[in-house]
């Protein structure tokens, strides 16, 4: 098993988030993520460690929205349209 990630790991993630993004499920935009200083990245870091160790997911980070963006041509015909996805756990890699 891999190494427990770190806080500073974390803090990385949190700062490497993009600004003016739109906001998953939560409605947390990233720069109020950025904000939360050492007390949000410490208790995300709990959260991590603690899904590091059990394998066991918060039931609200497996939900996802998936929103249909529509290409040129008729938005009524399924192959004009691409599907993005917003999850929920804010430190997903990109």
């Not at 109020?32 to 991590?48: Q, V």
Request: proline content about 9%; overall charge negative; charged content about 25%.
């Amino acid at each position: 098993m891999e190494p427990t990630p770190l806080r500073e790991e974390v803090q990385t993630a949190i700062e490497a988030l993009k600004d003016s993004t739109a906001a998953g499920p939560d409605e947390i935009p990233s720069e109020l993520l950025k904000l939360g200083g050492d007390s949000l990245t410490s208790a995300l870091h709990r959260i991590i460690v603690k899904v590091w160790q059990t394998g066991k997911w918060p039931e609200d980070w497996t939900q996802s929205t998936f929103v249909p963006l529509f290409k040129k041509g008729d938005p009524t015909y399924l192959h004009t349209k691409l599907g993005f996805e917003l999850s929920y756990f804010v430190l997903s890699p990109t």
